[in-house]
């Protein structure tokens, strides 16, 4: 269902699941519609369809860029640092914005393109120099990498430093000289290159990822008193990760919160625009910066000497409600923030004149080693207001060894400010043609390897790379040239196969391609390496096709291309094509037909946590971390939630001791990313030393609590003020009956006492005789039986109503059939509409937590973490999912149950007061009583025993003794 609407340059989002309530309307300097009412030219251009009925309202690139494009250039020319920032979930559009795709080109190849003609235009109109330098980076897990020169450790990146001038940099970040947009698109192509590899051998997809695209712009000329003079421009355009991540270590409160280093830099990101929106309001906010690499790198852009524009980028499908409606919040408040630009002019001979200076400072206060206080002035930025720096070692509390870690990190931070200086002075006196030429030698010695394979794959059988991000498919490219076996498997410094990958569960001999008589086929060379061929596992030798989907292990995806066989009807293949079907041959249906938004907001997680619990168990067998993944589907009464839908969990089971965890999504996608961490470092050579208990993805406490199972206590009884007392079924996450829990709900009087028999208490009509009336019960749990004894240490939880805090039991430790004896009241004082609603349809979800028994040996018999999940797996498929989402325990059923329970009650209380009349009017008749008065019919419609039965028959005889009125009509006759 589409969600979105757009008039002007005002957006209106519609609530799927309150579809009558008003929409939510933001409004931006410019809203644009690009989801239907473009109609494709013959190049492939999208532009608006005036046949549509949204094709007035459709915006082509060529219109975002004019809107925001020329915006940007202008202010380029007068020397203001500008920045378009692009936020928004991944898949939304946020890299087709700012780059585009083919022909239908984004805000920053128009830019560079524009750039260059206006150059061009201006050259020979006077004395002015014009200079144009190029980088690229990519922030991955709080790492800065180098995108143009990609060698180096992926652990430690490039570091990130403060100049007093420019702010933050990262240090050894390579800039090119470009003469030319050509020249510029290139070394895009390149970076992009370089940023798929990285992903290939990492799995660092680009929805994890920032990409910053750097223009440095110059332009040099003499001013009036003769004096060389640079204005310069730096323009910087920001493709921000998938904002899905944004929320997800906050999630769950978990331990490893801190490491999920994606989610830290847009928290963080987050945290700098609401602080800097509050200052605009005048409020005197700290603004944390150095919170993550990214803020700090983006500390100008944000709220300093920049003019920025933020591009979001959203969903209009009903099931991306929440994220779209967060992304929306974000932009609004972000329009809120104020920069303070200013043109970047000064003399070059003064520039390089600063710059000597300073250095002098610098390297004094190095020889002296005075460098605590002062040379924290010296190397931070005026702009850096976050008060948080940790360079103050006049603090209370800090240890020697804490203020010599300060010490050192400030002295390295003054070092490379000196650096920096020499290179920009060097920079600064090195001639335009010399770095031109230097940078047109490299770029030349790049490309034509490049160009070469791309040239060859025209005509060539390969495989070609499949990513999340379509900019980075096929940009890594395999020819599979002439007969005989190309080998696929690890790729070594001292040995690598034909095809050499990195990544977890890559064997030295995973694969081999063939030809034989103009056929290809792939088969194993390892037993157990995993090779899927269209979503199913290659158990033989098998014949490929072209535009067939290839994986291997867990993280490299291809397609298998024969140019020959190539035409303009095949299908486009896409990632998410081939992670459909490697769901589908596990047995998951993927059908959207029908289905409801729960439905396909499950579907999209299973598509998504597949392959991640694949490469985690990839990822532990070759640790031997005596750890395994499996995917289960946890509904919301399962996790003792009145609302919500069924979700994906990773049950984790430690192979050495036997327990088991439940992890929801975000938890373990954290924690995967980690454990990528820790692979990294093993394969590159670093020490893990550093790797504890408490920093360990695969670590879980033995000790730590775990939610046993549920149990759904209906309160209609409470409704008609009638007693419950049931033993009912726990059900674990599997919807399975693992033990029996007694409860009872006892209604009560106003002194909080139980009623009893002489209590007349009779509901028929909850709504008008309960609602505005006082009502209070206890609720009752004395014992639990039959859980499985793996389980002790027992206690529940549950809450009522819309209570803030849970209800909870004593702990019973030591035992796994524990005896609570818990009570407690319930008073609601008058009780409302609301609340009556409440106790006729919704139950008390009772939680049941408990920890698990320590085994005193372990059980795996001598194998390894790779023999123990291929012992377990058997026909399974290739993802082990523990549940099907069927419920053995029907949670309807038992509803249904206790209303047919109660109506049984309430039936056989009214068949009791049938009998009590019959008796009444027999004794009557006996006695020869005329009459029986009101009152005493009355009482005895709300008898609930024998007791009241015999009160009633006494009253009606002594009533019997009364005289019978004569009526006025019967005196006048």
């Not at 920069?339 to 200076?357: G, Q």
């Not at 009087?749 to 009779?762: R, Y």
């Not at 082990?880 to 329970?901: A, F, G, H």
Request: glycine content about 6%; proline content about 4%; charged content about 30%.
């Amino acid at each position: 269902m589409l969600i979105v609407d757009m008039q002007g340059n005002a957006t209106a989002l519609s609530n799927p699941e309150a579809p009558h309530d008003e929409p939510k309307k933001f409004t931006f300097d410019f809203s644009y519609w690009s989801f239907d009412g473009c109609q494709k030219q013959d190049n492939g251009y999208m532009v608006p369809d005036p046949a549509h009925v949204n094709g007035a309202k459709y915006c082509d690139q060529r219109q975002v860029f004019k809107d925001l494009g020329n915006g940007v250039m202008e202010n380029a020319w007068k020397g203001f640092n500008c920045s378009l920032f692009a936020y928004g979930q991944t898949g939304s559009g946020k890299s087709y914005s700012v780059v585009g795709y083919g022909v239908n080109k984004g805000i920053v190849p128009m830019f560079c393109e524009d750039l260059f003609n206006k150059i061009n235009e201006q050259n020979g109109k006077g004395d002015t120099q014009y200079e144009v330098s190029f980088s690229m980076l990519e922030i991955y897990n709080e790492n800065v990498r180098d995108l143009l020169n990609p060698g180096g450790s992926k652990k430690s990146g490039l570091p990130v430093r403060q100049h007093p001038k420019m702010g933050f940099y990262a240090e050894g970040l390579k800039e090119v000289v470009v003469n030319s947009y050509i020249m510029i698109e290139k070394k895009m192509e390149e970076g992009t290159a370089n940023r798929t590899i990285a992903a290939t051998n990492m799995n660092a997809t680009s929805s994890r990822a920032h990409t910053i695209v750097s223009i440095k712009f110059v332009q040099k000329y003499k001013n009036p008193a003769g004096k060389e003079t640079a204005k310069t421009s730096i323009i910087n355009l920001v493709d921000l990760a998938g904002s899905e991540r944004a929320d997800s270590t906050g999630a769950t409160g978990d331990r490893l919160k801190e490491g999920a280093a994606i989610n830290l830099s847009l928290s963080s990101l987050g945290n700098v625009i609401a602080a800097l929106a509050d200052n605009s309001q005048g409020k005197g906010t700290r603004v944390p910066y150095r919170d993550s690499v990214l803020t700090k790198l983006l500390m100008n852009a944000l709220g300093g000497n920049s003019r920025t524009i933020m591009v979001a980028a959203i969903s209009p499908a009903d099931i991306n409600f929440e994220e779209t409606l967060s992304t929306l919040r974000y932009a609004d408040r972000a329009k809120q923030i104020k920069c303070k630009a200013v043109v970047n002019e000064d003399p070059t001979e003064k520039l390089i004149t600063d710059l000597k200076a300073e250095n002098e400072r610098l390297k004094k206060m190095l020889e002296s080693g005075d460098i605590s206080k002062k040379g924290a002035a010296l190397t931070q930025n005026p702009d850096d207001d976050d008060d948080d720096d940790d360079d103050n070692d006049a603090k209370a509390g800090l240890s020697d060894a804490e203020r010599e870690a300060i010490r050192a990190k400030l002295e390295a931070e003054m070092q490379a400010a000196v650096k920096e200086n020499e290179r920009q002075m060097e920079e600064m006196k090195r001639q335009y043609e010399e770095k031109l030429k230097q940078a047109q030698d490299e770029t030349h010695t790049t490309r034509s390897l490049l160009s070469e394979t791309n040239e060859k794959a025209k005509k060539t059988p390969h495989l070609y790379n499949l990513n999340i991000d379509p900019l980075l498919t096929g940009q890594v490219k395999y020819l599979l040239q002439g007969n005989g076996i190309k080998k696929i498997g690890k790729k070594k410094d001292d040995k690598t196969p034909d095809i050499g990958l990195l990544g977890p569960g890559i064997y030295d001999d995973h694969a081999a391609i063939s030809m034989e008589g103009g056929k290809f086929f792939i088969e194993k060379l390892t037993a157990d390496a995993r090779v899927l061929l269209n979503g199913a596992p290659v158990m033989k030798k098998t014949e490929m096709a072209h535009n067939d989907r290839l994986v291997i292990a867990t993280i490299s995806y291809f397609v298998f291309c024969i140019p020959s066989k190539a035409s303009g009807a095949d299908p486009e293949i896409t990632f998410d094509m081939a992670q459909q079907e490697i769901a589908k041959s596990s047995g998951i249906t993927l059908d959207g037909t029908n289905k409801s938004k729960d439905e396909l907001l499950l579907q999209q997680d299973l598509i998504e946590v597949m392959a991640d619990i694949e490469e985690a168990n990839s990822i532990s067998e070759e640790l031997d971390k005596k750890m395994k993944f499996e995917l289960v589907l946890v509904s919301p009464e399962a996790r003792g939630l009145h609302t919500g839908r069924t979700e994906a969990f990773i049950r984790v089971t430690n192979f050495e001791s036997n327990l088991e965890w439940l992890w929801d999504k975000m938890t373990f996608i954290s924690r995967k990313e980690k454990m990528e961490e820790i692979y990294d470092d093993i394969h590159e050579g670093e020490k893990t030393a550093w790797l504890t208990p408490l920093n360990d993805p695969f670590y879980e406490s033995p000790d730590a609590a775990v939610l046993v199972g549920t149990t759904a206590v209906y309160l209609k009884s409470v409704a008609y003020l009638l007693p419950f007392k049931e033993q009912l079924q726990i059900v674990d996450y599997k919807g399975e009956n693992i033990g029996y829990i007694a409860v009872e709900l006892v209604p009560c009087n106003a002194a909080g006492k139980p009623f009893d028999k002489q209590d007349s208490v009779d509901v028929n009509i909850p709504s008008k005789e309960l609602s505005g009336k006082d009502l209070q019960f206890l609720v009752k749990i004395a014992n639990i039986r039959g859980l499985p004894r793996r389980f002790e240490d027992i206690h529940c939880q549950y809450k009522v109503y819309m209570e803030d805090e849970y209800t909870k039991t004593e702990k019973i430790m030591g035992t796994n059939n524990p005896d609570f004896n818990h009570s407690q009241l319930f008073s609601y004082k008058p009780c409302t509409m609301q609340q009556v609603d409440y106790f006729l349809n919704k139950p008390i979800l009772i939680q049941i937590w408990g920890e698990q028994k320590h085994p005193p040996t372990t059980s795996t018999k001598g194998m390894n973490t790779r023999e123990l999940i291929a012992s377990e797996r058997q026909a399974k498929g290739q993802v082990s999912t523990v549940n099907s989402n069927t419920k053995v325990v029907d949670p309807e059923k038992i509803k249904l149950q206790n209303s047919l329970d109660l109506i049984t009650k309430r039936m056989h209380r009214l068949e009791t007061r049938v009998e009590y009349f019959k008796d009444l009017v027999d004794t009557a008749e006996k006695n020869d009583v005329p009459w029986v008065s009101f009152g005493v019919l009355k009482k005895l419609s709300k008898a609930n025993s024998e007791d009241d039965l015999i009160e009633c028959i006494k009253k009606m005889n002594k009533e019997k003794q009364k005289a019978i009125p004569k009526s006025s009509v019967c005196t006048i006759l």
